[in-house]
């Protein structure tokens, strides 16, 4: 796969989704989906909706356990961004010290507009705030429900794992997750769901 990189500040970002179906090392990584019987328990790849003509546009899906993987599923030299890399990135599009640091769930100002794609091939109506002006490009590649067993909010909203795990509850990767109708950002931790990966 070739991706566009986007340069933020002082971070350098892949301007699409991943959308790998191999770890770093060339072992495959096991594709999920609507055949699937039981919640896996190592790393599994999905494409929303079984639907391989939408991976182009959107990147793949990937369940939590691929961040517990040894073997990287972002190419050398990459990761996935730790949240404090999420919160850089949010510093560098104008958010406040203050307001990074804010434990509210959707937070900040318009940072989350800047990153969304513009218009609505990718987004519902009204995408507010989306102008892109960063060029990160980021499209509403919605999510999947590992215990319903179904694909979500497909134009809605982008969720994006990241690397840091918390220290309370369930011990949960945390999220990020950008929506069509606001500009803001929202962090929360989340299990037993496949969401989009961006490495940095």
Not at 53 to 60: A, I, Q, R
Not at 103 to 112: A, C, D, L, Q, T
Not at 133 to 160: I, P, T
Not at 172 to 190: D, H, V
């Amino acid at each position: 796969n070739t991706y566009p990189i986007v340069t933020i500040g002082q971070q350098e970002w892949m301007g699409k989704n991943l959308r790998v179906k191999h770890y770093r090392n060339g072992d495959p990584i096991p594709s999920g989906g609507s055949q699937e019987i039981d919640l896996p328990k190592s790393g599994y790849y999905y494409a929303y909706n079984d639907d391989t003509s939408l991976v182009e546009d959107y990147g793949l899906l990937y369940n939590g356990y691929i961040l517990k993987e040894e073997r990287s599923v972002c190419p050398s030299g990459w990761t996935v961004p730790s949240e404090i890399q999420w919160r850089v990135l949010d510093m560098q599009l104008g958010m406040s010290w203050k307001e990074v640091n804010n434990r509210k769930n959707w937070y900040g100002y318009n940072e989350g507009g800047q990153l969304k794609e513009t218009g609505t091939k990718y987004w519902r109506l009204p995408n507010v705030g989306a102008t892109n002006e960063s060029g990160f490009s980021m499209r509403a590649g919605g999510y999947r429900n590992m215990v319903q067993k179904s694909f979500k909010s497909l134009g809605e909203d982008a969720y994006f794992w990241t690397s840091t795990i918390t220290e309370f509850g369930y011990n949960e990767p945390l999220i990020r997750r950008y929506s069509y109708n606001r500009a803001k950002t929202f962090q929360s931790a989340e299990h037993n769901r496949a969401f989009s990966i961006r490495c940095i």
